[in-house]
């Protein structure tokens, strides 16, 4: 499975970004998408999940109302959105996919992507 995340980039506090993750040659119909990014003194954080049903979660507090899960299965795309950005929210955003339900934990997911890097900075 090749799995590729896009739309990284520079954004300023408070503002917003969609990274867009896709599938190439697999549909993206049977899988979960989750999305983690790098932290210092983690491996990973779980930021969110939609799974196959589009039942879909975002795990942290600090995330919850400004970050959102969607995907369009016509598109073969999955996407996070970011809005009201925070400094703390400058890393490295990965996603990958599970053909099992969503979880929080890396050991789920089956394929990840390179990683696609956000910069948060006015």
């Known amino acids: 499975l090749d799995v590729v995340e896009s739309g990284g980039g520079l954004v300023q506090p408070g503002g917003s970004l969609r990274l867009s993750c896709t599938m190439s040659?697999?549909?993206?119909?049977?899988?979960?998408i989750g999305w983690f990014r790098r932290v210092p003194g983690k491996e990973h954080e779980a930021v969110g999940c939609?799974?196959?049903?589009?039942?879909?979660?975002v795990y942290s507090f600090s995330m919850k109302g400004r970050f959102t899960v969607s995907r369009d299965n016509a598109k073969n795309t999955a996407y996070l959105q970011m809005d009201n950005h925070r400094p703390e929210d400058a890393t490295t955003y990965y996603c990958?996919?599970?053909?099992?339900?969503?979880?929080?934990?890396?050991?789920?997911?089956?394929?990840w992507g390179q990683g696609t890097q956000v910069t948060v900075s006015s």
């Open positions: 040659g697999h549909p993206l119909d049977p899988y979960s």
């Open positions: 990958a996919a599970a053909l099992v339900g969503c979880s929080a934990q890396r050991w789920g997911f089956e394929a």
């Open positions: 939609i799974d196959r049903a589009g039942d879909r979660n």
